[in-house]
């Protein structure tokens, strides 16, 4: 069952062990906006879908982080989020794949939902199962002679 939040409050959610962002619900309006990023629009077409999924968590984070904390400059001083230290945050690999499991993919996985789309059984939508098998090879037999 899908379940509607209305009142739109923003959430807290933890990215590592210290480090957690207020982020805006992911809303249609929030999805459409990235989307139509000047980042996101400017990757290369033969970009590769890594680079494409950096983008637009990127791009996506930038518009909804409002707080953090646990997030400092290199003499360990607070920071407050700004669109360069939020790339950056996104430059750590465990902050990535955390913020594209419990933030990007729930709106993907509900956009799947409705395209009939499996998940993926690698990446950051890890889940499916392998449907297919390799196949045997035929034991190989002594000739006798």
Request: charged share 25%.
């Amino acid at each position: 069952m899908l379940t509607l939040d209305q009142t739109n409050a923003p959430r807290w959610h933890d990215l590592a062990s210290g480090v957690r962002v207020q982020l805006r619900p992911l809303t249609t309006a929030l999805m459409v906006a990235t989307r139509s990023d000047p980042a996101v629009e400017a990757v290369p077409e033969d970009a590769s879908d890594e680079e494409r999924a950096v983008a637009f968590a990127k791009a996506l984070a930038r518009r909804a982080v409002l707080a953090w904390d646990g997030v400092g400059d290199a003499d360990g001083n607070p920071i407050d989020p700004s669109p360069e230290a939020i790339d950056a945050l996104l430059d750590v690999w465990p902050i990535f794949e955390t913020f594209q499991l419990t933030y990007v993919s729930k709106g993907l996985l509900l956009e799947q939902e409705k395209n009939g789309s499996a998940l993926s059984p690698i990446g950051p939508s890890a889940g499916a199962s392998a449907t297919a098998t390799p196949a045997r090879k035929p034991a190989r037999t002594a000739r006798r002679g």
